[in-house]
């Protein structure tokens, strides 16, 4: 009974946890964001191209999303506007490589954009600010 009951507070707690999903094609940089994310509380869905994102879209419900924005195929431009075109209200997080699409007028669209780097610390912090923002709307 005991271990049925821990079970069930286990799968209640991680359904109140915030929804992040989480695109990558990197596979390297998608588990290290992927352990950060949830170590940090979040309940994180990882897609690796636009199209499996859009996919988990659909079945996840994310309360928001982090995007890498060169991917092959669909780049995470493309993908933003394709999430915004169907749920504007989901906060979005252009997480890149490069420095210049901060100032990217395709890229405005975007809650924030952060500059990929070792320290996960400016990501995490944004995260976790622009959830904030949204849920005081």
Known sequence: ?????????????SEALPKVLLV????????????ALTGEGYRVFSAHSGLEAL????????DLAVIDISMPGMDG???MN???????????????AYSSYQEDFRAWSADAC?????????????????LEARRQL
């Open 1 to 13: 009974m005991t271990a049925e009951r821990d079970a069930a507070k286990k799968a209640e707690h």
């Open 24 to 35: 990558e094609d990197d596979a390297n940089e998608n588990i290290l964001y992927e352990q």
């Open 55 to 62: 996919d988990l879209m659909k079945r996840a419900s994310p």
């Open 77 to 79: 431009i493309e993908l």
């Open 82 to 96: 394709r999430i915004l075109a169907t749920n504007h209200r989901l906060p979005v997080i252009l997480n890149t």
């Open 114 to 130: 952060v500059v990929k780097s070792s320290d996960l610390s400016c990501l995490l912090t944004t995260v976790k600010r622009v």
